[in-house]
């Protein structure tokens, strides 16, 4: 799939950033109704906390409510633009900001994170990066700290991901593949998944690493019934967080989208009467 120098290449010069991030927040209508919804609940647990760091933040956009969630904030992207972005968005507000290597954190000293996350854009990193940013947390991680990544699933639907690749797009005027897309008999490939990655790897990973998971949901990206994305919830080994890993399989994700979709555009309709 991707390695770390194609997603550098894409994050930091190719692709366009239109609204900032806040493009891919429109399943839910917005970013804040993203935030509220469906990130907030899933952390409410971790925060406010002392030192929070985010991997991969982009251009901020779920740094812009972290940041009022710790002490300390520390985000750290492979790209200096998406950097760069983030100083110019918050220049106020004693954010620690860092370009790193994709797959390494020199810069955050041991046992200093309460609590470390990533939305959104670790989906796009394969097995091997996992591992390092496991052996990573697993040291900065204070004792008592968690985590919350947003990673793929995709590997879990190979044979139907590699019959999805080679049906084709177009025969004529007709569209075949979106069509069985649109059914939910093909995955929609555009979203860009890890395609090495599993829920099952992820855990293993982190497990050995010696900070387990203790809950796995694994969720739709768009309409479709293949679970391509999960949440991962973990643990250093032996904190008061951990227990033994829970699996959550939600297919009415995309249920939960549109029902704060439509609550968002309830809310615009009525702040604009």
């Known amino acids: 799939m991707a390695s770390i120098e194609e997603n550098r290449s894409v994050w930091?010069?190719?692709?366009?950033?239109?609204?900032?991030?806040?493009?891919?927040?429109?399943?839910?209508?917005?970013?804040?109704?993203?935030?509220?919804?469906?990130?907030?609940?899933?952390?409410?647990?971790?925060?406010?906390?002392?030192?929070?760091?985010?991997?991969?933040?982009?251009?901020?956009?779920?740094?812009?409510?972290?940041?009022?969630?710790c002490?300390?904030?520390?985000?750290?992207?492979?790209?200096?633009?998406?950097?760069?972005?983030?100083?110019?968005?918050?220049?106020?507000c004693g954010i620690e900001l860092?370009?790193?290597?994709?797959?390494?954190?020199?810069?955050?000293?041991?046992?200093?994170?309460?609590?470390?996350?990533?939305?959104?854009?670790l989906v796009h990193v394969e097995a091997g990066t996992l591992n390092a940013y496991a052996v990573e947390l697993a040291r900065v991680l204070k004792p008592g700290g968690a985590g919350f990544f947003h990673h793929s699933n995709i590997g879990s639907y190979a044979f139907v991901l590699k019959l999805s690749k080679r049906f084709p797009e177009r025969i004529g005027y007709l569209k075949p593949r979106s069509a069985l897309v649109d059914r939910g008999l093909l995955?929609?490939?555009?979203?860009?998944?890890?395609?090495?990655?599993?829920?099952?790897?992820?855990?293993?990973?982190?497990?050995?690493?010696?900070?387990?998971?203790?809950?796995?949901?694994?969720?739709?990206?768009?309409?479709?019934?293949?679970?391509?994305?999960?949440?991962?919830?973990?643990?250093?080994r032996g904190s008061r967080w951990d227990r033994g890993n829970r699996i959550v399989r939600n297919p009415g994700f995309p249920a939960e989208q549109r029902k704060a979709r439509l609550a968002a555009q309830g809310s615009l309709e009525l702040t604009t009467k």
């Open 187 to 236: 995955i929609d490939t555009v979203h860009w998944r890890a395609e090495s990655v599993t829920a099952a790897c992820f855990a293993a990973i982190f497990e050995r690493a010696g900070v387990p998971c203790r809950e796995q949901e694994l969720v739709a990206c768009g309409h479709h019934r293949f679970l391509t994305d999960c949440f991962s919830t973990f643990t250093p």
């Open 98 to 121: 860092h370009v790193n290597d994709g797959k390494s954190l020199p810069m955050v000293r041991d046992k200093s994170v309460d609590f470390v996350f990533s939305w959104d854009s």
């Open 12 to 69: 930091a010069e190719s692709y366009g950033w239109p609204q900032a991030g806040d493009e891919w927040s429109g399943p839910w209508g917005g970013t804040h109704a993203m935030w509220e919804t469906t990130i907030l609940p899933r952390i409410c647990a971790f925060v406010p906390t002392g030192t929070i760091l985010e991997v991969a933040p982009g251009y901020g956009r779920c740094t812009q409510f972290l940041k009022d969630l």
């Open 71 to 92: 002490d300390h904030l520390i985000a750290v992207d492979l790209s200096p633009r998406c950097i760069a972005a983030c100083a110019e968005r918050f220049p106020d």
